[in-house]
């Protein structure tokens, strides 16, 4: 009879506690989750990035969930996101015309992701802003964020949550701008540059 010896990972068996993950990419993902904007719109925004460990490396397994007002400010009312044909069940997609301000989407194997949105506009007094929800191996509970565009400082400066953020995390929730419409933003889980998360209560 052989010993298997379990002082290496890769030879312990999985117990019900190793349930965290990575299993997000299973049945959670649907085709086109990036593709929030409808095909061609003029206001369309392309923001990328990757996500990053407390160690620094790419996550090629993480899940964001993002959610948008359109160029207005409006949070979308419409369905659409993950249409089914009500016959077959089967997965239509989006329709290609409403704006539903929601996307869910994967890391690659680089740890990188992208999606195109609207810009979005303004919500009252505070400066315009997607919310994102990220889910990855060893959270226990997922983490919420905001990605700002830069823009008009002081329209930052004055925003309720950046103003209460020290000046020297404030750069990780504001993305950096490519051009053409393009954005960065990269997410730290933890360590040096550690996004600012946020706690609803």
Same mark, same amino acid.
């Given at each position: 009879?052989?010993?298997?010896?379990?002082?290496?990972? +890769?030879?312990?068996?999985?117990?019900?506690?190793? *349930?965290?993950?990575?299993?997000?990419? !299973? $049945?959670?993902?649907? =085709?086109? @989750?990036?593709?929030?904007?409808?095909?061609?719109?003029?206001?369309?925004?392309?923001?990328?990035?990757?996500?990053?460990?407390?160690?620094?490396?790419?996550?090629?397994?993480?899940?964001?969930?993002?959610?948008?007002?359109?160029?207005?400010?409006?949070?979308?009312?419409?369905?659409?996101?993950?249409?089914?044909?009500?016959?077959?069940?089967?997965?239509?997609?989006?329709?290609?015309? +409403?704006?539903?301000?929601?996307?869910?989407?994967? *890391?690659?194997?680089?740890?990188?992701? !992208? $999606?195109?949105?609207? =810009?979005? @506009?303004?919500?009252?007094?505070?400066?315009?802003?997607?919310?994102?929800?990220?889910?990855?191996?060893?959270?226990?509970?997922?983490?919420?964020?905001?990605?700002?565009?830069?823009?008009?400082?002081?329209?930052?400066?004055?925003?309720?949550?950046?103003?209460?953020?020290?000046?020297?995390?404030?750069?990780?929730?504001?993305?950096?701008?490519?051009?053409?419409?393009?954005?960065?933003?990269?997410?730290?889980?933890?360590?040096?540059?550690? *996004?600012?998360?946020?706690?609803?209560?």
């Amino acid at each position: 009879m052989t010993k298997t010896d379990t002082s290496r990972p +890769e030879h312990v068996l999985p117990t019900p506690s190793h *349930t965290v993950g990575p299993f997000y990419g !299973y $049945a959670l993902p649907f =085709r086109g @989750g990036e593709e929030i904007t409808p095909a061609g719109h003029p206001d369309t925004v392309t923001v990328h990035g990757y996500v990053y460990d407390g160690g620094g490396d790419p996550l090629p397994d993480a899940l964001l969930e993002l959610w948008g007002p359109d160029t207005e400010g409006e949070v979308p009312t419409a369905d659409g996101s993950m249409r089914r044909d009500p016959a077959s069940g089967g997965f239509l997609g989006r329709n290609g015309v +409403e704006f539903t301000g929601f996307g869910r989407l994967q *890391t690659d194997a680089n740890g990188h992701w !992208y $999606a195109r949105t609207l =810009r979005p @506009g303004a919500r009252g007094a505070g400066a315009p802003y997607v919310s994102v929800c990220v889910f990855a191996r060893g959270l226990l509970v997922h983490l919420f964020t905001r990605i700002y565009l830069p823009g008009d400082a002081t329209v930052l400066a004055a925003d309720p949550l950046l103003s209460r953020v020290p000046a020297e995390r404030r750069d990780t929730l504001i993305a950096a701008d490519e051009g053409r419409g393009t954005y960065r933003f990269d997410i730290r889980l933890q360590g040096e540059g550690e *996004t600012v998360f946020l706690e609803f209560q």
